[in-house]
């Protein structure tokens, strides 16, 4: 399995606070995305990095954003929570340059976070 | 915007025999990848199978096989001999260019 992580797995925040997410990785793979899942859509983007500092919104990027100051870490942050912000969140990282690659990304536990 | 779609949204299977679950997809794009992951109970996303778009051979991978059809857009996954650990939601997915676009998912039931 791919050595990736989440932190913390389960959080409990109230409505108008400020919440981050951190994802690490052990792999050195150069790109790192945020999801996340909700009931009947499957997962959907959120924002994605393709190296340090390099980063890129996703489907569903307003309320979030995101920063990469090492290799092996992306933040994902939520200035304000929402009650709509309630989801699971998902981090997968991906590095198509390695030999036999081909774009496919290895996910994290997820973190279940609830915003009430 | 590229979309996947799922028309099954539980399918069950009784163990040791073959289940085929659907999969459409759309874009735009001729260079692409398509991916089923398997999430069981645990949360935890898998990877089953790949497909790169411009591989016209079907992928296998031990037990799962695809018909990958891309003039039709298809792209289903057979499972055989199914064992009760293939108990989960299975996701299509489309890549192209950073965008993943993921189905809304087939639950799948493994009866003993």
């Known amino acids: 399995d791919a050595g990736i992580t989440q932190s913390p797995r389960h959080k409990v925040t109230e409505t108008g606070t400020p919440v981050t997410l951190r994802c690490h990785q052990t792999?050195?793979?150069?790109?790192m995305y945020w999801y996340r899942q909700d009931p009947g859509h499957g997962l959907r983007l959120i924002h994605y990095?393709?190296?340090?500092?390099?980063?890129d919104k996703g489907e569903v990027s307003d309320g979030y954003s995101v920063s990469r100051s090492k290799t092996e870490d992306f933040l994902l942050t939520l200035e304000s929570a929402t009650s709509s912000q309630t989801s699971v969140y998902f981090c997968?990282?991906?590095?198509?340059?390695?030999?036999?690659?081909?774009?496919?990304?290895?996910f994290g536990p997820g973190t279940r976070l609830t915003v009430t | 915007a590229q979309t996947v779609t799922q028309s099954q949204p539980e399918m069950s299977v009784q163990e040791a025999e073959t289940v085929t679950l659907s999969c459409t997809y759309d874009?735009?794009?001729?260079?692409?990848?398509l991916f089923w992951y398997k999430q069981p109970p645990s949360r935890q996303m898998i990877l089953v199978i790949r497909?790169?778009?411009?591989?016209?051979q079907n992928a296998t991978e031990n037990r799962f096989s695809v018909n990958f059809q891309k003039a039709a857009k298809s792209f289903s996954l057979k499972i055989s001999d199914s064992q009760l650990g293939d108990a989960a939601m299975y996701f299509c997915?489309?890549?192209?260019?950073?965008?993943?676009?993921f189905g809304a998912g087939t639950r799948l039931t493994v009866k003993p």
């Open positions: 990095s393709y190296g340090v500092k390099d980063t």
């Open positions: 997915t489309l890549y192209n260019n950073n965008d993943m676009r």
């Open positions: 792999e050195n793979h150069r790109y």
């Open positions: 497909q790169e778009a411009y591989k016209q």
């Open positions: 874009t735009s794009e001729s260079d692409y990848y």
């Open positions: 997968a990282i991906s590095d198509p340059g390695l030999a036999g690659a081909s774009y496919e990304q290895y």
